[in-house]
């Protein structure tokens, strides 16, 4: 069994920056495929970039392009999630999880992924 656990949410003022780290343990087959997604309230969940950690290959979505870079520390079972120039609509809960890359066809549907950890809350003010 996968678990995650994220850390790194905080408070921010807009433009400022924030990494967010998810490290997991119980690594299977079925998990190599990591994502971060974010919820706001009264909003559905999205996806905001994953990695295939097997080769490195990276999905963004387009709000976050140029300003979040999603990257693996494969040794220490980590993902890394970096926001910059940070905005107030960038105010969510955010949420790693973990799937099997092969059976996925839209790398930032939380639908693909099958392990979730409890969550990171970020907030940025204006």
């Known amino acids: 069994q996968v678990q995650l656990v994220e850390s790194g949410g905080g408070s921010v003022q807009a433009g400022g920056s924030l990494r967010l780290s998810c490290a997991a343990s119980?690594?299977?087959?079925?998990?190599?495929?990591m994502g971060w997604f974010r919820q706001a309230p009264g909003k559905e969940r999205e996806g905001v970039a994953s990695i295939y950690t097997n080769n490195g290959s990276t999905y963004y979505a387009d709000s976050v392009k140029g300003r979040f870079t999603i990257s693996p520390d494969n040794a220490k079972n980590t993902v890394y999630l970096q926001m910059n120039s940070l905005k107030p609509e960038d105010t969510a809960m955010y949420y790693c999880?973990?799937?099997?890359?092969?059976?996925?066809?839209?790398?930032?549907?939380?639908?693909?992924?099958?392990?979730w950890g409890q969550g990171t809350q970020v907030t940025v003010s204006s």
């Open positions: 119980g690594y299977t087959y079925d998990s190599n495929c």
């Open positions: 999880a973990a799937g099997p890359w092969w059976e996925m066809v839209r790398y930032l549907s939380p639908d693909e992924y099958k392990y």
